[in-house]
């Protein structure tokens, strides 16, 4: 069957279409033919209709002519007056109707002669009354000529209205079994229609619908990503066949992406992707999605390096951060201990100012009492200065008699160096006499004991003699010092009075400087427990600066550890 | 032991060296000076006397260990520095020094002391020869050095010193 679909729709279908143009087509012309019976019938009851009111016309003109002929009164001719003109009217109008028709032309020929006749009897009746002669008149009428007439008019009639309705019942029997057959036609022709098309599509069905059912599931899986379906066309040459083949090929080129997929979901990123044609939009975009993969994947391994090495610095530099932190809280400490040590001395200090302003006004009261002092000691210096002159006096009298005693010292010394020299002049005499003058040399010993004794003695004295030199002389200069360190000193009271008056003055001066002093101490003290205030918050700030550090340190390291992580799964990465 | 028996021997002791002494040969009796801080000694058979110095007479061209010359109860002295002749340091000439006069044959000088000591005895036989790290002069003039080192000066020597001759002429 080597038939395509659309012949295969077209030839269903086109058999269906047959059958169904057979049914109408008979329809259509039994149809005709009704509206034709129906037609006739109303076109003879309208011949009918006229011929009858050409009838009954007629007859009113004989009831005006009678009216007249028996009364002569002119108001019974009104009639007769409209009723000529519709009689011919009206037989003008049937034998235009019945034109088809010779025979009845030839029937109305007759009528309307025997009508012209009719009326032209009427009309000589009529005017034979108006000019009086009614009797005349009445003979005619009595001839019975008019009544003759009326019925040969009648019986034409008849004939013509039998002759209608024969030709009518004849159209009409053959209009019914138009009827009937065509009843029938089109409930054959439907049921062999449908039966037809039943046909068809059972064909159809088993021809396209199966296969491309088969073809929907599997585009069904391929939609829920199952790509393992087998399509085969069976060895169809139709669209159907050619369908499940392109379906087929199309499974297989997205089994082979979908394999590419997988191995580069692996990690396996050196797949080559070939698009299938310039035009494939999935391998065109798949290869550019693997490139750019690749390309990302390379900068990624950049940045995981960069972020390791940047990590693993923020890790040192927050550790330094953190220790530095811990000696900065721990400078802080120490400062706030400082501070702490600062505020007590300050607390003492004022303490102290306060003592000193107390002090300072006491000593503001002595230094009053001092002034009175001073006079006194200018007259006790006075008195001073008297002695120490006579000291002097004393002293330069005692420095001459200590020259005297030097002089009798050089003497004794003098006479003690002779008697050595005696003595060992004796000695060696007595050496020169031998046995003779061992008793002399004893002697001559004892005598040089004694020189020498005397002379340790001289010595003595001269020493002694010296420092009381010394000393005197030392005094005397003393003295000397003393008397001008007095005048001096004299001096030195009457400035020290004066100073003291100064004094005086500064010190009450000085009073209020220290209660100034003592009241600026007071307000240190007050900022240095602010300062203190301060320095403890900043303690806890430092504190809290510790902690935060730590914890950044931490969160430093987690970022560390999340770098080597990324680059590790980078590693992963075959590019 | 009591104390009694101790002070006795040491007294016994003492006595017994006191006889040694005694017993001891030849003794020479000499005389004790001081030159520059070093004790000399002269034998007393050839001294005199000694005097303190007073008014020293320098002699014009004479060598520098003649002081000059004293007069000593009439006798007109020449004064020799010992010091000079034995190269010592001498730092001056003052009243305090004195001369110990000597006499040997017919001549006689005076010696110039810085202090006399004095007269004591001294064993021949604890006199060590002239030491050998003595030389020149200084070993020439020495009889000998004792226990206390004091040097005993042989004056025979000295006088026989041919540089103690003064003979200078000047011309005028």
């Known amino acids: ?575 | 032991m009591n104390a009694k028996q101790i002070l006795r021997e040491r007294a016994r002791a003492l006595a017994r060296r006191e006889k040694s002494a005694a017993i001891q040969g030849a003794t020479i009796e000499v005389l004790e000076f001081r030159l520059a801080q070093e004790r000399y000694a002269i034998e007393c058979r050839w001294i005199q006397e000694v005097h303190s110095l007073k008014d020293v007479t320098a002699v014009p061209c004479t060598p520098p260990f003649l002081v000059g010359i004293v007069n000593v109860r009439g006798r007109i002295l020449a004064v020799l520095d010992l010091k000079k002749f034995l190269d010592l340091p001498s730092p001056g000439i003052t009243d305090l020094h004195c001369i110990i006069l000597v006499r040997r044959n017919d001549c006689e000088v005076g010696i110039l002391a810085d202090v006399i000591v004095g007269v004591r005895s001294i064993s021949v036989d604890d006199l060590q020869l002239s030491l050998p790290t003595l030389t020149g002069v200084r070993s020439e003039c020495i009889r000998g050095v004792t226990a206390e080192s004091v040097v005993v000066l042989d004056l025979e020597r000295i006088f026989s010193d041919p540089r103690i001759i003064v003979h200078e002429e000047v011309e005028a």
């Not at chain 1, 004022?350 to 002595?366: C, G, L, M, P, W």
């Not at chain 1, 003595?423 to 050496?431: F, H, M, S, T, Y």
């Not at chain 1, 040089?448 to 020493?463: G, H, I, M, P, W």
């Not at chain 1, 900043?538 to 950044?552: D, E, H, T």
Request: glycine content about 6%; overall charge neutral.
């Open chain 1, 1 to 575: 069957m080597k038939w395509s679909v659309g012949t295969k729709l077209g030839t269903g279908f086109g058999v269906v279409l047959v059958v169904f143009l057979i049914v109408g087509a008979v329809s259509y012309y039994s149809t005709t033919q009704l509206i034709a019976a129906s037609d006739l019938r109303k076109h003879t009851y309208d011949v009918l209709a006229r011929l009858n009111e050409m009838l009954s016309s007629l007859q009113e003109v004989e009831m005006a002519r009678r009216g007249y002929l028996l009364t002569g009164d002119e108001s019974y001719l009104d009639p007769y007056g409209s009723a000529l003109p519709k009689i011919d009217k009206e037989l003008q109008e049937v034998k235009r109707l019945t034109a088809d028709n010779p025979r009845q032309q030839q029937r109305l020929d007759v009528l309307s002669s025997l009508v012209s006749e009719r009326v032209a009897l009427t009309k000589e009746t009529i005017e034979l009354r108006r000019s009086g002669n009614a009797e005349a008149a009445l003979q005619i009428v009595k001839t019975g000529k008019g009544k003759s007439l009326l019925d040969a008019i009648r019986k034409a009639v008849n004939d013509i209205e039998s002759d209608e309705l024969e030709t009518l019942q004849k159209w009409t029997n053959e209009a019914d079994n138009n009827g009937i057959r065509t009843k029938w036609t089109i409930a054959l022709g439907t049921v062999f229609a449908i039966f037809l098309a039943a046909i068809a599509a059972l064909l159809i069905t088993r021809n396209i619908a199966r296969p491309l059912q088969g073809l929907t599931t599997a585009a069904r899986q391929i939609t829920t990503g199952d790509l393992n379906i087998k399509i085969s066309s069976n060895g169809r040459g139709d669209e159907v066949g050619v369908l499940a083949n392109s379906f087929g090929q199309m499974a297989q080129s997205l089994r082979t992406v979908a394999n590419s997929a997988s191995q580069i979901a692996g990690g396996d990123l050196s797949v080559v992707v070939t698009p299938q044609s310039p035009d494939d939009a999935l391998g065109n975009a798949f290869a550019g999605m693997s490139q750019s993969l690749r390309q990302q994947i390379r900068d990624l391994i950049e940045g995981a390096n960069v972020l390791g090495s940047a990590a693993s610095e923020i890790v040192a530099s927050t550790t330094q951060l953190a220790s530095s932190a811990s000696e900065t809280a721990t400078a802080v400490s120490e400062t706030t201990t400082t501070v702490e040590e600062v505020r007590q001395t300050a607390e003492v200090a004022n303490q102290k100012a306060r003592n000193v302003a107390d002090s300072a006004q006491k000593a503001a009261q002595a230094s009053a009492g001092g002034r009175k002092s001073t006079e006194d000691l200018t007259a006790g210096m006075r008195r001073i200065r008297r002695q120490m002159e006579g000291i002097a006096e004393n002293m330069v009298a005692l420095s001459e008699r200590s020259q005297t005693i030097g002089e009798i010292i050089a003497t004794v010394e003098d006479l003690a160096a002779q008697s050595n020299l005696l003595a060992v002049n004796a000695a060696i005499e007595a050496a020169k006499a031998g046995e003779h003058g061992k008793g002399f040399t004893v002697v001559a010993q004892e005598v040089k004991s004694l020189a020498e004794q005397s002379r340790q003695a001289t010595n003595q004295v001269r020493t002694i003699l010296n420092d009381i030199q010394k000393a005197t002389t030392a005094a005397v200069m003393a003295t000397e010092q003393g008397s001008k360190a007095v005048e001096a000193g004299e001096q030195q009271v009457g400035n020290a009075a004066a100073t003291i008056q100064l004094l005086t003055g500064n010190v009450s001066e000085a009073a209020q400087a220290a209660t100034q002093i003592a009241t600026s101490s007071q307000q240190q003290l007050v900022g240095t427990e602010q300062v203190a205030g301060a320095m403890e918050s900043i303690k806890q700030a430092s504190v809290q600066n510790v902690a935060s550090a730590k914890q950044l340190e931490s969160a430093a390291r987690n970022v560390d550890q999340l770098g080597q992580s990324i680059k590790q799964m980078v590693a992963r990465y075959r590019i």
